[in-house]
């Protein structure tokens, strides 16, 4: 007997529990493939995602002093004790108020708030109507403000109360034949007061193609911006360091470097040289740089950010919620580019929510897609849930030739769509299949003849669903 959606639910990618995956030393790893990516949720690693992987290409850093560390759930921490485990981690936002210091004043705290950032959070799996299946991680109750160590006391300066309790929950599940993760953030205000938050979502990617090699000029980071969209400053983007810090951090922290030297003040006494800016039109393009600890800030005009790794052809994207000028943002900016160099150095993608306003037991949710491609050539130019564009698709009128070049998140056949002024389609050409494991680059013959108006390029999934990829006008077509 066939029951109805009993194929198509077996075909879902299932959710595994394994013990100590990887060899990190974790139990309990949560942990989905399928044939394109492989996601893994670490529960007692604060819940964090610590693999998003395109076949063998990682898209996130995991730290290795951390492997199989456990902490207990304790916002008692010192400055230099941060349990950063690497992967995907977030903060609740603004940062400048979630600490009280000795004097009673609301402050910034280094490390984060512990309870959210690094302690170990609850995870289940639940299967929808469709049969697909999600990962859930909830946080404990993180309460604010959170002390801070008084170094010449000796002592925490314990807050006399407790004015704010947040929760935080994630829910992330994929699909067969796609290189995409949907993940739907929730933050929750379990306390008794109204509050005023938001999360900031950071990754953290890798910047070494090995451990002895300091190539991160091949690790790269793309943000989409407008003239029309300028900070609290009037600025089009800020970056959160000074000459003189670059300097300090490089001759504490990496090596010895003289004033006297015009060699060593040409190269380091600067905000650094790895901001290399506007390479396409709206299209901001920077690389990593280990002797340098600095973020870069910037309002991005369009929902998306991404994360290149050259040395593999394979880029790795978020899709966000669109910037809302109405809204509060933290320091004016939806979007950050941080450049750490901590530990062996990693490029962080950050995206920040709103700040809103929540009444007690309410909460928001903010949704967010993850992807991954493979590509041929940058810089990328555009994102959208069906790829990434890195030459959009063009008519030369000389040589009557089409072509274009992509990185898709979708398994399927490229078809072209030639339609008139009225969207009737004149005819379908087919190209080729393609998945996220090849990119997409053509060339054809092509005659551009008088009743076409418009081309669009799409993919047809294995269902027969259509998925928009890109578009060429008669009038733009050169």
């Not at 063998?56 to 995991?62: E, G, K, R, T």
């Not at 062996?344 to 491609?373: C, M, R, S, V, W």
């Amino acid at each position: 007997m066939l029951i109805p959606g009993f194929l198509s639910a077996q075909s879902n990618p299932t959710v595994s529990i394994i013990n100590n995956y990887n060899n990190w030393g974790w139990n309990n790893v949560y942990v989905v493939k399928n044939k394109f990516i492989s996601v893994a949720v670490v529960p007692d690693a604060a819940g964090r995602i610590l693999e998003f992987n395109l076949a063998h290409v990682p898209a996130l850093w995991v730290n290795p002093k951390l492997f199989g560390k456990v902490y207990e759930p304790s916002d008692d921490v010192k400055k230099e004790e941060w349990r950063n485990f690497g992967g995907y981690r977030l903060v609740p936002i603004p940062v400048d108020n979630c600490a009280i210091n000795s004097s009673g004043e609301k402050i910034r705290r280094w490390p984060p708030p512990a309870i959210i950032g690094d302690s170990p959070y609850a995870v289940d799996i639940s299967t929808n109507t469709k049969g697909q299946q999600s990962i859930h991680v909830s946080s404990g109750i993180q309460n604010l403000p959170v002390p801070i160590y008084n170094y010449p006391l000796k002592t925490f300066s314990d807050p006399e109360i407790i004015e704010e309790q947040l929760q935080y929950n994630r829910s992330l599940y994929i699909e067969e034949d796609k290189s995409v993760i949907y993940i739907k953030h929730t933050l929750q205000n379990k306390g008794s007061y109204p509050v005023e938050r938001g999360l900031k979502i950071t990754s953290q990617h890798p910047t070494r193609s090995n451990l002895n090699l300091e190539d991160g000029e091949n690790f790269l980071a793309y943000l989409p911006f407008t003239e029309n969209l300028k900070l609290p400053s009037g600025k089009q983007f800020e970056i959160t360091t000074s000459p003189q810090n670059r300097w300090n951090f490089i001759n504490k922290n990496r090596f010895p470097i003289d004033k006297k030297n015009q060699e060593h003040l040409k190269k380091y006494f600067n905000t650094g040289t790895n901001w290399k800016g506007e390479v396409a039109p709206g299209v901001f393009e920077m690389h990593y740089d280990y002797n340098l600890m600095a973020g870069f800030q910037m309002i991005a005009s369009k929902s998306w950010i991404c994360y290149v790794n050259k040395l593999e052809n394979t880029v790795f994207v978020k899709i966000f919620e669109p910037y809302n000028k109405n809204l509060n943002y933290e320091y004016g900016v939806n979007a950050e580019i941080y450049n750490s160099g901590m530990e062996t150095g990693y490029l962080e993608t950050e995206i920040k929510t709103p700040i809103y306003h929540i009444k007690p037991n309410e909460h928001f949710d903010y949704f967010e897609i993850q992807a991954a491609a493979k590509i041929m050539a940058l810089p990328i130019l555009e994102v959208n849930k069906t790829g990434v564009i890195t030459k959009n698709i063009s008519f030369d009128e000389e040589n009557q030739m089409l072509s274009g070049e992509y990185g898709v998140f979708i398994e399927g056949e490229v078809l072209i769509h030639l339609k008139d002024t009225s969207e009737k389609l004149i005819k379908e050409i087919h190209l080729e299949q393609v998945s996220p494991l090849k990119a997409l680059s053509f060339q054809i013959p092509f005659k551009w003849d008088l009743n076409i108006n418009k081309i669009e390029l799409i993919i047809k999934d294995k269902s027969g669903k259509i998925h928009h990829l890109d578009n060429c006008i008669k009038q733009k077509a050169k």
